[in-house]
């Protein structure tokens, strides 16, 4: 079974600096999908970025980039330029590739103070 | 990018009533959707895999009888909590797939806050 591991319940940092929120993840697979999801006060999941294990180019989208390590199992978000709209719960999640359901880390509640 | 619906938004009703959830693909069809349930922070638990023309797919420890699913059409999933208690009472949220080459997008609809009395 696969298990996604987010060790940071809570996490802040100050307008306009940069914050790595950390994930890590146990599988057998060697294809799959891993995701970072921001839920914010609305609920609504809105998808941040997604990174395919079979390639070893890191995602970036806009201000928002992944640290993925394969080996050690770790898919790392890096958030740059901080802004007050992304105090957000953010999710961590896991899919096998051609697979279906989704697993969820415990998630980590970030808060941009100005 | 593709819609999904939840109606209704939140609901609040009595112990032992059943309350229906839906959940529609608006702008493209979806043979497979998702049940999730979330508590009060925390994350989601995935419960049921829901699929168009079948039998729902429960997750271990999630009771098939209490949550009923109905996946109709390819754009409608329903999630049935029949003789709702106080403990049933959380977020329910329901994703929609769409498969887009060798990629299965999921995607999200608001959520489903449910009271029980």
């Known amino acids: 079974a696969q298990t996604v591991t987010q060790s940071q319940p809570e996490m802040s940092v100050q307008e306009a600096e940069t914050v790595t929120l950390s994930c890590t993840y146990d599988t057998s697979e060697n294809n799959y999908y891993l995701f970072w999801y921001k839920q914010p006060p609305s609920r609504q999941m809105i998808l941040v970025i997604r990174q395919e294990a079979y390639k070893q180019q890191n995602a970036t989208e806009n201000r928002f980039s992944v640290n993925f390590q394969k080996a050690a199992k770790s898919f790392s978000l890096k958030i740059s330029d901080s802004q007050l709209g992304d105090t957000a719960m953010y999710f961590c999640a896991f899919m096998k590739h051609q697979g279906h359901d989704m697993r969820f880390g415990a998630g980590t509640r970030l808060t941009v103070k100005p | 990018g593709a819609v999904v619906s939840q109606h209704p938004s939140w609901v609040i009703c009595k112990s032992g009533t059943s309350v229906k959830i839906e959940c529609r693909s608006l702008?493209?069809?979806?043979?497979?959707m998702f049940w999730y349930r979330q508590f009060p922070k925390k994350s989601l638990m995935l419960m049921a895999t829901?699929?168009?023309?079948?039998?729902?797919?429960?997750e271990q420890g999630v009771e098939k009888d209490k949550f009923l699913i109905n996946h109709a059409s390819l754009t409608l999933s329903t999630l049935t909590v029949t003789s709702a208690h106080p403990e049933d009472s959380s977020f329910y949220i329901c994703s929609a797939q769409r498969t887009s080459g060798r990629y299965n997008e999921q995607f999200f609809g608001p959520g489903t806050r449910l009271t029980v009395l």
């Open positions: 702008d493209f069809q979806a043979t497979t």
């Open positions: 829901s699929n168009e023309g079948s039998k729902a797919t429960y």
